[in-house]
C-alpha cells in the first residue's frame, strides 16, 4: 500500500515509517522539522518538507504519489505547553487535521490512522477502557479529542474510516531509532539524563497525588509495539473504524520508574521534588483488552525493565540523540 506518514521524522513516526517500509509498504513522510529529526527518517522512504497548511498543496500531493492510507502523527504533544500556549494546540492541531482530512476526502483517499491520546480520559484509579468517561485535562488532550469527534462525523457522511489509536506512554528505541525531543519533556530520557552526566538529578514534579507512594502513575508502552499495533490498523481498515487503547495494562508511578532506571543503570539517579505540572493528572493506566481480542494485538515487550534497557541503550550509543 502506498502510505503517507505525516510527522514520520518524530519519535513514533520515525518508528512506525521504519515498520511500514520493512512489511514491503511504500513510504512518502511529511514533515516540517519543526521537532523531526532528518536522522530518523529511513532512506527507502520518499521525504517532503512541508507543512499541513496548504490545502491545494495537500491535495496535490496525495495524488501525486497515490497516497492510500495515511497515518498522522504530526502536531505540537507537550501537555504542560499546551496549558500556556493553548491556541497552539487547540488551534494548529485542529486547523493542521482538518485540513489533512478535507484533502483526504476531496480526492478519495479513505484510510486514515490517527494518533490520539489517553490525555483525552478523566483521571481514573482503574485501567481505562475506550468507552470510559472522556474530559480531557489540558488543551493538548482537547486537540485530540476534537479530532476523534470530527473523525466519528466524517465516518457517518463520508467514505472516510478510521482508526484511532489512544496512546499512553510510549517509551524506548527499535533499530537505532530513538526518543530525541527539544525540549525533553519525557520522563524516561530526563531519567537518562542523569546516568548519562548530562543532569546532577531527575525532577519529580509533584509528590502529594492521591496515588500509593504520592507520585503520578502510567502506563508504559514500547514504541514497537505501539508500530504494530499501527499495521494491525491498518490491515483492518477495510471495515468498519475502530477506536482503540494502547499499553501494557500496568501502572508505574514516577517513584517505581526511577527505580526500575537505577536497576538498569547501575546509577543512583538523585531526585528533588519540584510543583505539580498544570495538566498532569493522578492516574492513567489502559485496558487494551479490546485491541487484542479484535485485531489480535500482542506486546513483544511489556516489561517496563526491557522498555528502559531498550532506551539507555539508545542513549548510550547517541547521548547526544540525532546529533551524533
Known amino acids: 500500500m502506498k502510505v503517507l506518514v505525516t ?18 509498504h511504500e513510504v512518502t513522510v511529511l514533515d516540517d522539522f519543526s521537532s523531526g529529526h532528518r536522522a530518523a527518517v529511513s532512506r527507502a522512504a520518499t521525504l517532503i518538507e512541508s507543512g499541513l497548511g496548504d490545502l491545494a498543496a495537500l491535495r496535490g500531493l496525495l495524488e501525486k504519489h497515490q497516497i492510500e492510507a495515511v497515518m498522522h502523527f504530526a502536531g505540537n504533544i507537550q501537555v504542560g505547553e499546551s496549558m500556556r500556549k493553548p491556541f497552539k494546540y487547540v488551534g494548529d492541531n485542529v486547523r ?4 489533512l482530512l478535507q484533502a483526504m476526502t476531496d ?19 482503574k485501567p481505562i477502557a475506550e468507552n470510559s468517561m472522556t474530559q480531557p485535562g489540558s488543551p493538548y488532550g482537547e486537540s485530540k479529542y476534537i479530532i476523534e469527534r470530527t473523525l466519528g ?74 508500530a504494530d499495533a499501527h ?30 532506571a537505577r536497576s538498569v543503570t547501575g546509577h543512583p539517579i538523585p531526585v528533588r521534588i519540584s510543583a505539580r505540572r498544570a495538566g498532569d493528572v493522578p492516574w492513567l493506566v489502559a485496558d487494551s483488552q479490546r485491541i487484542r481480542a479484535e485485531l489480535g494485538w500482542r506486546p513483544l515487550l511489556p516489561k517496563l525493565e526491557e522498555i528502559i ?8 550509543a547517541y547521548p547526544n540523540g540525532y546529533a551524533d
Do not use: M
Open 153 to 226: 462525523w466524517l465516518d457517518q457522511t463520508t467514505s472516510l474510516r478510521y482508526v484511532a489509536l489512544r496512546y499512553f506512554n510510549a517509551a524506548g528505541s527499535w533499530k537505532g531509532l530513538g526518543e530525541d525531543h527539544r525540549p525533553e519533556t519525557h520522563l524516561i530520557p530526563r531519567v537518562l539524563d542523569v546516568p548519562l552526566g548530562k543532569a546532577s538529578d531527575v525532577a519529580i514534579y509533584g509528590d502529594d497525588y492521591p496515588t500509593p507512594d504520592g507520585t503520578c502513575v502510567r502506563d508504559y508502552i514500547h514504541v514497537r509495539d505501539l
Open 231 to 260: 499495521i494491525l490498523a491498518l490491515n483492518s481498515l477495510n471495515g468498519r473504524s475502530r477506536v482503540y487503547n494502547l499499553g501494557n495494562g500496568a501502572g508505574f508511578s514516577v517513584k517505581q520508574l526511577i527505580e526500575v
Open 7 to 24: 510527522g514520520g521524522a518524530g519519535y513514533i513516526g520515525s518508528v512506525v515509517t521504519a515498520l511500514l517500509l520493512e512489511c514491503g
Open 107 to 125: 480526492v478519495g483517499v479513505n484510510k486514515f490512522i490517527f494518533s490520539s491520546t489517553a490525555a483525552i480520559f478523566a483521571p481514573s484509579d
Open 96 to 99: 493542521n487535521a482538518l485540513n
Open 309 to 316: 534497557a531498550t532506551a539507555w541503550e539508545w542513549r548510550q
